[in-house]
């Protein structure tokens, strides 16, 4: 019989948690925000959810089977959550053709183009958007209200200015009110529409422990600091703090892409620091851009400085050598 001791390198501590489970359970976590955009915007959702999902994970197969020839990693949950968050930011009026576009710019140039999985500098979902906005300003800026009629798929939705435009164009004085916006009665983007929903997601990702509350903690009190101060300066200029945490793709950005764990900062310091320069430049873009939504600009932004972040914020390793300096 063997009596020897094994010593493995450190973490010793293990964690049923793996890459699929972490990404499956992201899905899990979105289910709320998809059954809220389905209930405002019925079968245009579902279409626009279901084409972002199948064009993400088939993009990813493609490349790996026919171009990179690596092993298949298509369906570990990465993949599905591009798709739906690709189809969070997309009003659900958007064609199919410029949807397909978008997922070939997240997929494509935002992932596999850096490697694939892990190596991506900057969110997946968030890249193809912006890409979309560039692109095809017209049809991402046309903002469908939400439906009476949840089955209606042929014809066209009625149109309307989100929050966010409102205030951009006519000020605070006409803004919905806090329940409608936590709610969802408002246009917008498809998983932007119910901040409650949201909400109920990020819970069970803290619950479940894929999340830490730092990023989207910080992020919202950061956005809520930086209008509330020009809001006590002049509220018939600018938008209360709780209008802005509540209103466009704050809550969505906050807890599901800012917490991207490929493009945000590995210490708790690091993810204080990316997400308090996220919420302040979301603020500032919304309150003197010249395009009412901020959200997505800021992660993006922020995402460039994580290796950044990173180096200045790493924790010392244990047995790193200190030089002291003594006086005399």
Same mark, same amino acid.
């Given at each position: 019989m063997s009596n020897r001791i094994v010593v493995s390198l450190s973490p010793h501590e293990k964690d049923d948690l793996n890459i699929e489970k972490i990404m499956w359970g992201v899905v899990i976590a979105l289910a709320p925000a998809f059954l809220a955009s389905v209930y405002f915007y019925g079968l245009h959702a579902v279409r626009v959810v279901a084409l972002s999902l199948i064009f993400c994970v088939g993009i990813e197969y493609v490349i790996q089977k026919f171009v990179t020839k690596e092993k298949i990693t298509a369906f570990d949950g990465s993949a599905a959550i591009t798709g739906l968050l690709l189809a969070f930011n997309v009003p659900s009026s958007i064609p199919w053709w410029q949807l397909l576009v978008g997922s070939v710019a997240a997929i494509?140039?935002?992932?596999?183009?850096?490697?694939?999985?892990?190596?991506?500098?900057?969110?997946?979902?968030?890249?193809?958007?912006?890409?979309?906005?560039?692109?095809?300003?017209?049809?991402?800026?046309?903002?469908?209200?939400?439906?009476?009629?949840?089955?209606?798929?042929?014809?066209?939705?009625?149109?309307?200015a989100t929050p966010l435009g409102v205030l951009a164009e006519h000020g605070p004085a006409n803004l919905p009110g806090y329940m409608d916006l936590f709610i969802g009665k408002i246009g917008g983007c498809i998983g932007e529409v119910s901040a409650a929903a949201i909400l109920i997601g990020g819970i069970y990702m803290l619950y479940k422990k894929i999340i /830490?509350?730092?990023?989207? =903690?910080?992020?919202?009190?950061?956005? +809520?600091?930086?209008? #509330? *101060? &020009?809001?006590?300066?002049?509220?018939?200029?600018?938008?209360?703090?709780?209008?802005?945490?509540?209103?466009?793709?704050?809550?969505?950005?906050?807890?599901?892409?800012?917490?991207?764990?490929? /493009?945000?900062?590995?210490? =708790?310091?690091?993810?204080?620091?990316? +997400?308090?320069?996220? #919420? *302040? &430049?979301?603020?500032?873009?919304?309150?003197?851009?010249?395009?009412?939504?901020?959200c997505s600009y800021s992660i993006l932004i922020m995402n460039a400085f994580v290796p950044l972040i990173d180096k200045y914020t790493k924790p010392r390793r244990f047995g790193t050598e200190v030089n002291y300096e003594f006086p005399g």
């Open positions: 494509g140039v935002a992932k596999m183009a850096f490697g694939g999985l892990g190596k991506n500098p900057f969110n997946p979902a968030l890249v193809g958007r912006a890409f979309m906005l560039a692109s095809f300003p017209v049809h991402m800026t046309t903002w469908p209200v939400p439906l009476k009629n949840l089955w209606t798929l042929g014809a066209d939705a009625v149109t309307g /830490t509350w730092h990023i989207p =903690v910080f992020y919202l009190l950061s956005l +809520a600091g930086f209008s #509330g *101060i &020009l809001w006590m300066v002049d509220s018939s200029k600018y938008a209360d703090p709780l209008f802005h945490m509540l209103a466009g793709g704050a809550m969505l950005g906050a807890w599901f892409m800012a917490t991207d764990m490929v /493009t945000s900062p590995m210490s =708790v310091k690091g993810q204080i620091v990316f +997400a308090v320069g996220g #919420g *302040i &430049l979301c603020g500032a873009i919304r309150i003197f851009g010249s395009y009412p939504e901020g």
